[in-house]
């Protein structure tokens, strides 16, 4: 018998995953077909560049770091009035 879980895959509404989502630890392995959890159509997911849902790809964001001395921080804030 097949769970809800995976019958929604075989059911033909989900497209198998593509090669860029390899190591997503979203894939859902059905019948050795594999599938996204999250998103029907894979393939669609990455046309538009990375996967916002994939957990093994993240966008090239640098986020820099501005280390805020609390104090110097306080003080001008305090000179701003
Ligand atoms: S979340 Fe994105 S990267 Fe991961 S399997 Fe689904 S479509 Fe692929």
């Known amino acids: 018998m097949q769970s809800n879980e995976t019958a929604k895959f075989s059911e033909g509404a989900f497209q198998p995953v593509i090669e860029q989502c390899e190591g997503c630890e979203r ?3 059905v019948d050795s ?3 996204c959890n999250t998103y ?3 393939g669609a ?3 538009l ?3 916002n849902f994939a957990t093994h790809a993240k966008p090239e964001v640098k986020v820099v770091k501005v280390r ?3 104090l110097k921080a306080a003080k001008r804030a305090n000179r701003r009035g």
């Open 40 to 42: 029907a159509q894979p």
């Open 27 to 29: 894939i859902v392995e």
């Open 45 to 47: 997911k990455w046309r």
């Open 33 to 35: 077909a594999k599938f």
């Open 68 to 70: 805020i001395n609390p």
């Open 49 to 51: 560049g990375i996967c």
